[in-house]
């Protein structure tokens, strides 16, 4: 019997546990200064600060480049030794980002993992490391992150049920942090394209 590259595919992600979420969160670009002023204010919900490295892979099979219509992409992410592999469909509207369905699974061993993706002829597109300062309230996630080769960066992330106006919520969150040019290209794309990839 052939097994066909993409049906490995669609198996490697409906093994992944759990239903799929919907991701709403915003990006700002932010300098040394604002850093810290955002540290201040969120001081009290400080969780920690970890060091995440995301590799992310390019099926055989498929384009995971961006379009008009969203971008997929599949990715390991080890945190401090804490590994889960994801895959996400970013959504776009008209280029303009509307939100991310997630599924997310933890893994053993990332090495071994990296294995078996080339195996299966998964190429190793790109890898991001950043340092994150992970802040948490009844509502929001939120990130300081230094990415290498691109800076820094304010992420926040709808951390309740879905709702209809979590994006909304997040504005005016961006608001209060003092938080206004919205980067509308993830890490992932921003780096695509500082290395002049398509």
């Known amino acids: 019997m052939t097994v066909h590259l993409e049906e490995i595919f669609n198996y490697l992600i409906t093994i992944i546990n759990g239903d799929f979420l919907k991701e709403v969160e915003l990006c700002f670009r932010i300098d040394s200064e ?11 919900f400080f969780v920690k600060k970890v060091t995440e490295t995301d590799t992310y892979f390019f099926p055989p099979h498929k384009d995971f480049f961006a379009n008009k219509n969203g971008k997929e992409n599949l990715r390991i992410r080890d945190s401090n030794g804490k590994v889960k592999l994801t895959y996400k469909n ?21 090495k071994e993992l990296i294995e078996i993706l080339k195996s299966l002829g998964f190429k190793i597109h790109i890898t991001i490391v950043k340092e994150r300062e992970i802040f948490e309230n009844d509502k929001f996630k939120i990130t300081i992150d230094k990415i290498e080769d691109l800076g820094f960066f304010a992420e926040i992330e709808w ?26 290209k993830g890490y992932l794309r921003l780096l695509e394209e500082k290395m002049d990839l398509k």
Do not use: F
């Open 34 to 44: 604002k850093e810290k002023k955002i540290q201040d204010k969120l001081k009290e």
């Open 90 to 110: 970013v959504v776009y509207n008209n280029w303009e980002y509307s939100h991310s369905i997630e599924k997310t699974v933890t893994v053993n061993d990332s």
């Open 159 to 184: 951390n309740c049920e879905e709702n209809e106006n979590a994006l909304e919520e997040c504005k005016k969150m961006a608001k209060e942090l003092e938080l206004e040019e919205i980067e509308d």
